[in-house]
């Protein structure tokens, strides 16, 4: 890579180490990296280097693709997934949510497939709470996602005031708890709604998902667009099966799903559910 003479890179990157690394990460992950991240993976995975005491990206990548470096693979994929997100990101689909899951009576369902550090599913059991008016709401939420740093983040649900700073203060009251003392500055989430949700790791690219059942909702916003169509399609695919058949999928505001999957129609903006050939296939028919 090109250096300008007063950057001195403390450790030597070449075209050949970023092209092995973005074949790597899309093999592992399906994260296609543009030619722009250059910088961005350098000083992602200097760290990595760093803390394997390893003093060369060629010998880095050899020894991670030798499986010398044990667990090594995890804080790789770690480094380099992209984890930016909000509470209530995305507002217009929280009530979307709320109108589809008011007035039904059996447990509800809910995927977050690419939940980073959490406020996503805490959004979605915050809207779930306020739309039965109770802390307790018949509601399982199973959030997911392949980086481990950030689920530990989620299931801590701890997080800096600044985060709430966009939340109106009656739901900073209801749903958490200021520090105090050393904690000053920091809320948790009220474990009401901790308990909503269960976090497990989950690569969509993996063969198996350690999923099953038939959910309400899915969230899948933000992640796509990290993946190439043919992953997409191959994704949106596995999420029919487990869609109940008045299902909705949420998408990430640049994603479109249209192009990508027959099954799916348009409900809102980014908004999806299952066609009506889709949805008849699912729901028994009546002698
Ligand atoms: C930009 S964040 C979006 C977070 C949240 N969905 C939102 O919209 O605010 C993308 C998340 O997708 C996760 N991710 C990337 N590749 C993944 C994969 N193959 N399987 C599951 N999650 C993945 C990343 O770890 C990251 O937390």
């Known amino acids: 890579m090109p250096q300008s003479k007063d950057t001195v890179k403390e450790f030597d990157f070449?075209?050949?180490?970023?092209?092995?690394?973005?074949?790597?990460?899309?093999?592992?992950?399906?994260?296609?990296?543009?030619?722009?991240?250059?910088?961005?993976?350098?000083?992602?995975?200097?760290?990595?280097l760093r803390a394997t005491g390893i003093d060369s990206f060629a010998k880095y990548l050899d020894d991670l693709e030798a499986g010398r470096l044990g667990e090594e693979w995890e804080s790789f994929?770690?480094?380099?997934?992209?984890n930016l997100t909000s509470f209530f990101r995305e507002a217009h689909h929280f009530p979307l949510l709320a109108d589809h899951i008011k007035g039904k009576r059996e447990p509800l369902t809910i995927w977050c497939s690419a939940s980073s550090t959490g406020e996503e599913p805490y959004s979605i059991a915050m809207t779930v709470c306020e739309a039965f008016n109770t802390l307790?709401?018949?509601?399982?939420?199973?959030?997911?996602?392949?980086?481990?740093?950030?689920?530990?983040?989620?299931?801590?649900?701890?997080?800096?005031?600044?985060?709430?700073?966009?939340?109106a203060p009656e739901?900073?009251?209801?749903?958490?708890l200021k520090g105090k003392g050393d904690r000053e500055g920091m809320a948790r989430v009220r474990p009401e709604l901790r308990n909503m949700i269960t976090f497990k790791q989950l690569n969509l690219l993996a063969d198996g998902w350690p999923i099953s059942g038939?959910?309400?909702?899915?969230?899948?916003?933000?992640?796509?667009?990290?993946?190439?169509?043919?992953?997409?399609?191959?994704?949106?695919?596995?999420?029919?099966?487990?869609?109940?058949p008045d299902a909705l999928l949420f998408a990430g505001h640049s994603e479109n799903f249209l192009?990508?999957?027959?099954?799916?129609?348009?409900?809102?903006?980014?908004v999806y559910e299952l066609d009506d050939n889709a949805a008849a296939r699912k729901t028994p028919q009546r002698t």
């Open 14 to 48: 070449n075209a050949r180490d970023f092209e092995r690394v973005r074949g790597l990460i899309y093999k592992r992950a399906g994260i296609s990296l543009a030619d722009s991240k250059q910088e961005m993976v350098y000083s992602r995975l200097a760290r990595r």
């Open 77 to 82: 994929t770690n480094a380099l997934t992209t």
């Open 136 to 167: 307790t709401p018949n509601c399982q939420i199973v959030a997911t996602d392949i980086d481990t740093n950030v689920l530990a983040h989620a299931a801590n649900g701890v997080y800096t005031m600044d985060r709430l700073d966009k939340m």
């Open 171 to 176: 739901r900073q009251r209801r749903f958490f």
């Open 214 to 244: 038939q959910f309400d909702a899915i969230f899948c916003r933000n992640v796509m667009i990290y993946f190439d169509k043919a992953t997409q399609r191959k994704i949106l695919a596995r999420f029919v099966p487990l869609m109940k």
């Open 259 to 270: 192009y990508v999957s027959e099954s799916l129609k348009l409900r809102g903006k980014t």
